[in-house]
């Protein structure tokens, strides 16, 4: 039950991510969380309110500088899904 409730909050979140952005995010399973990773594009930082309430939902969150540009993450723990 609870793989299913994290399953369909990464699902929901990638796709507000989507449709803020104009791009399809990253999906990383990993053994505790599942990182949902968005390039920050023109279109998600005119929306960035709306993002950070995306963001918000993760256990953590945060915002990355890399060579190419920047990119915002959150992590939704395996065991609960939401935000502890």
């Given at each position: 039950?609870a793989?299913?409730?994290?399953?369909?909050?990464?699902?929901?979140a990638?796709?507000q991510l989507?449709?803020?952005?104009?791009?399809k995010?990253?999906?990383?399973?990993?053994?505790?969380?599942?990182?949902?990773?968005?390039d920050?594009?023109p279109?998600?930082?005119?929306?960035?309110?709306?993002?950070?309430?995306?963001l918000?939902?993760g256990?953590h969150?945060?915002?990355?500088?890399?060579?190419?540009?920047?990119?915002a993450?959150?992590?939704?723990?395996?065991?609960t899904?939401?935000?502890?």
């Open positions: 039950m793989e299913d409730h994290q399953s369909d909050a990464v699902q929901d990638a796709a989507e449709t803020l952005g104009g791009t995010p990253r999906i990383l399973p990993g053994p505790r969380a599942t990182r949902i990773e968005a920050v594009t279109r998600l930082a005119d929306n960035w309110p709306q993002v950070l309430q995306v918000n939902r256990a969150f945060g915002l990355t500088l890399t060579d190419t540009g920047q990119i993450w959150l992590r939704i723990p395996r065991e899904g939401t935000r502890p």
